[in-house]
């Protein structure tokens, strides 16, 4: 069966629906053009697809098989790094206090500044192989450490390339308003952003979301308005990064604006909650960021009592330097206290949603895309169970091997 690739034998093959996870034991999954051709039990997949007939052959015995993870938030594409911020962080200083005196954003500002488009493009590629070997097939990644029309559309353009040059789908998000850069006054650059860079990215169709950093020390609730509802009229769907250090406004504001999601959301109300629910926007939450500033987790029972699907993203960035949906899956079960089946949903099912996907990403549903992970375990709760351990073994995109440890 030419364009066929069989995965056969898994100890579970874990399919995922509206109604929750469908874990089949002794599983198999055919895959052919690309596309989830058929699922079900190794008996009656190979019944239909005998071993000797198909193209690609694939013997996941005593392993699971699941989707490819979906990573609705980072900030993968930066150059330098900030490891002595870590380091003080973990003397006492605040993520402000560091900000303050010339650290967190605006330090990362400079050296993407000070790097060339080739630079970028290769950080971002080195990355992504590493997002890759741990099951992520699907990654939105943001902008937002330029802060000036050409260093944005530099990152933007990086975003453009690596995405053509890698197996990850990577969905671009503009964040020219991540912080107020050094030169600027804060109103000047809330009008620059909207007046020159938004329309220089649409021009360039170069992201699909706009999203802006609605907190303390960074953007008020009225200029965050403003930037997402000029980025509509540019044809780009809203994001905002909401709550995290102080109750601001942000989720009821993309409730109103029926964002594709808001994320952090760590000091977010029930009433913020009910909101994003009615506004049919994805609550993204991010535990490695509470992990890494030693902050509260944030309450994944509150949205989910609220009839929102909660999905979960790794915040990959250089405050935040873990690129794995393992580790991000684990904390929200440790940390988060949610339970395996929420957690495997939010970082496949829900975070396709974050990213306004509807192809059956993060299902391996029939007729879905072949982005499938085999991991190492004999069934899907050993991965927030074996806390800090890599599981992810081989991945596959649209049905091709794309890496196998």
């Known amino acids: 069966m030419t364009g066929t690739t069989l995965i056969h034998d898994a100890s579970q093959v874990v399919r995922i629906s509206e109604d929750g996870i469908d874990a089949i034991a002794d599983g198999s999954i055919a895959i052919t053009d690309g596309t989830v051709d058929d699922i079900g039990t190794t008996a009656e997949i190979t019944e239909k697809y005998p071993v000797d007939a198909v193209e690609t052959v694939i013997d ?18 930066f150059a330098g790094e900030r490891i002595n911020e870590f380091v003080a962080k973990l003397s006492g200083k605040s993520y402000q206090e560091i900000q303050s005196e010339g650290g967190g954003i605006l330090s990362t500002v400079r050296s993407v500044r000070d790097a060339s488009l080739e630079t970028l493009t290769e950080n971002l590629l080195d990355q992504l192989d590493v997002m890759l070997a741990y099951g992520t097939t699907t990654a939105e990644v943001k902008s937002g450490y330029g802060l000036s029309t050409d260093a944005e559309l530099k990152l933007l353009e990086a975003v453009d390339r690596a995405n053509g040059r890698h197996a990850i789908d990577v969905i671009p998000t503009f964040l020219g308003a991540h912080a107020v850069p050094d030169e600027q006054e804060e109103e000047a650059y809330v009008d620059q952003v909207i ?10 169709d170069l992201a699909v979301f706009c999203d802006v950093f609605c907190d303390e020390g960074a953007f008020s609730l009225d200029q965050s308005r403003r930037i997402l509802e000029a980025g509509i009229d540019h044809g780009l769907t809203p994001k905002i990064h909401a709550e995290e250090f102080l109750r601001l406004g942000g989720a009821q504001l ?61 915040d990959f960035n250089p405050n935040c330097y873990s690129q794995s949906m393992e580790f991000t899956i684990s904390l929200a079960c440790n940390g988060m206290r949610m ?46 169970y074996n806390t800090g351990v890599q599981t992810t073994e081989t991945v596959l995109k649209d049905g091709q091997v794309v890496h196998n440890e």
Do not use: C, M, W
């Not at 609550?283 to 944030?298: M, Q, S």
């Open 339 to 384: 339970t395996p089946t929420a957690a495997l949903r939010g970082a496949t099912q829900h975070a396709a949603e974050a990213l306004q996907i509807t192809d059956g990403r993060g299902t391996l549903q029939e007729g879905a895309p072949g982005d499938v992970i085999i991991a190492d375990v004999p069934r899907f709760e050993y991965i927030p």
């Open 254 to 314: 993309a409730g109103d604006l029926e964002a594709a999601s808001a994320d952090h959301l760590l000091q977010a109300t029930e009433e913020d909650a009910e909101s994003l629910a009615e506004g049919g926007v994805t609550p993204v939450l991010l535990p490695g960021t509470a992990f890494t500033l030693g902050a509260e987790y944030a309450k994944p029972t509150l949205f989910e009592d609220a009839g929102a699907s909660v999905a979960l993203a790794s």
């Open 195 to 204: 007046n020159e860079q938004l329309p220089a990215v649409a021009d360039n």
């Open 60 to 77: 996941a015995s005593g392993k699971t098989v699941l989707p490819g993870y979906v990573d609705p938030h980072t900030h993968a594409v």
